[in-house]
């Protein structure tokens, strides 16, 4: 009898979450590019924020999750400040960008191991992953729907290239 | 040297990506239930679909994909009829039961291999998964603002049980 179980086959691996997420910021980014510079952060439907909010978000969630369970080190301080939107923009490729050279230093064991991220948020590695996508997705959604409302085509939710 | 490399790591376990997706589609049942029943089909912002229209889009991609996956066989049959939500909800419920009864027949491999989806769509099996998954997270998104719109407090995003 072996006395060390067999490690659960991957429904997604490593590399294919990478891939997927990357996929994701594409499209985000493309949804971020789509808003008229002066309505990134005034307008809005129903009261709720508007998408550079929402991006501000998502910037302060993805790298610095990532940068959290790869190094243990959480860091809250990153700005939320209005801003052009060809700034966040370029904060957007530089997290695409450290993204990409953080994910190779996780240990493949890592993403079945239990967190707590920003010190409160305790969770599988892979679960809050797929929770900071997850939002990211969610929010660009409402995103979709401001566009439709200023009379802008999204781009296909489907091209992720 | 080995001859045979070892399986790639699981990020997620095929047992994590059904408890993240059932996790999803409590929050999308709430989000359904949220709408009044004379709102689900007629109301939208921004010349989109109501989110009744959305729901039965998502009725019509998870549970044929799972069983495409499982059988080989794609059924492009189900009913988009426009129905009173009690029906959604009952529709939505044989779904989730169902996908849990699916999901326990993939082979562990099943996952990496790639598929033509409904005759139409090829990739790999877990990114045939995922995206049944993200264009649900995207539209239920999109029903948010349509409840803010009505004045209506959504069901929070970070709860799934």
Same mark, same amino acid.
């Given at each position: 009898?072996?006395?060390?179980?067999?490690?659960?086959?991957?429904?997604?691996?490593?590399?294919?979450?990478?891939?997927?997420?990357?996929?994701?910021?594409?499209?985000?980014?493309?949804?971020?590019?789509?808003?008229?510079?002066?309505?990134?952060?005034?307008?809005?439907?129903?009261?709720?924020?508007?998408? @550079? *909010?929402?991006? !501000?978000? =998502?910037?302060?969630?993805?790298? &610095?999750?990532?940068?959290? $369970?790869?190094? @243990? *080190?959480?860091? !809250?301080? =990153?700005?939320?400040?209005?801003? &052009?939107?060809?700034?966040? $923009?370029?904060?957007?490729?530089?997290?695409?960008?450290?993204?990409?050279?953080?994910?190779?230093?996780?240990?493949?064991?890592?993403?079945?191991?239990?967190?707590?991220?920003?010190?409160?948020?305790?969770?599988?590695?892979?679960?809050?992953?797929?929770?900071?996508?997850?939002?990211?997705?969610?929010?660009?959604?409402?995103?979709?729907?401001?566009?439709?409302?200023?009379?802008?085509?999204?781009?296909?939710?489907?091209?992720?290239?």
């Amino acid at each position: 009898m072996p006395t060390v179980s067999a490690p659960a086959p991957a429904a997604v691996t490593a590399d294919q979450l990478l891939k997927h997420w990357q996929g994701h910021r594409r499209l985000t980014r493309r949804t971020i590019d789509a808003f008229p510079d002066d309505k990134l952060f005034t307008f809005s439907v129903g009261g709720m924020r508007p998408f @550079g *909010e929402l991006a !501000l978000e =998502m910037l302060t969630m993805a790298e &610095p999750m990532l940068h959290g $369970l790869v190094t @243990g *080190e959480w860091d !809250l301080s =990153m700005s939320r400040d209005v801003s &052009p939107k060809a700034e966040i $923009l370029r904060r957007w490729d530089k997290g695409t960008a450290h993204i990409n050279a953080l994910w190779s230093q996780i240990p493949p064991g890592r993403f079945q191991e239990t967190v707590t991220a920003f010190g409160r948020y305790k969770d599988l590695v892979c679960n809050l992953l797929l929770y900071v996508i997850d939002n990211e997705i969610h929010h660009r959604g409402q995103g979709y729907v401001y566009l439709r409302a200023l009379g802008i085509e999204p781009p296909p939710f489907y091209e992720r290239d």
